[in-house]
């Protein structure tokens, strides 16, 4: 069993930076890997970045790539994603999310491949 939490969301305007953490709970974090999704209102969750467990292999969606970058510190137990550039459209409410890789029902990027999920942290850019 896996636990979640996100924290630092906030307000900031075009252009600055904000950076998530998620604070895992459960000695078999580094098993899994670890993504973080956003969902806007009205909109579907979206697949924002995954890192992989060990390796530390990343991927990332087009429309963040070369702005966000995805990490992870298995000794602390934590993941974050450090969000630059950032835009109007990525206000969302952010969510982490382990898969623990024991099955394989759809891609990395589809929400239904992870077990566990945080709460959300909310993230509003002004124009």
């Known amino acids: 069993q896996v636990q979640l939490v996100e924290s630092g969301g906030g307000l900031v305007q075009a252009g600055g930076s904000l950076r998530l953490s998620c604070a895992a709970s459960?000695?078999?974090?580094?098993?899994?890997?670890m993504s973080w999704f956003r969902q806007a209102p009205g909109k579907e969750r979206e697949f924002v970045a995954r890192i992989s467990s060990s390796v530390g292999s990343t991927y990332y969606a087009d429309s963040v790539k070369g702005r966000f970058t995805i990490s992870r510190d298995n000794a602390k137990n934590t993941g974050n994603l450090q969000m630059n550039s950032l835009k109007p459209e990525d206000t969302a409410v952010y969510y982490c999310?382990?898969?623990?890789?024991?099955?394989?029902?759809?891609?990395?990027?589809?929400?239904?491949?992870?077990?566990?999920w945080g709460q959300g942290t909310q993230v509003t850019v002004s124009s």
């Open positions: 999310a382990a898969d623990s890789l024991r099955r394989t029902v759809a891609a990395p990027t589809d929400r239904r491949q992870y077990d566990y």
């Open positions: 459960g000695r078999t974090f580094s098993s899994y890997a």
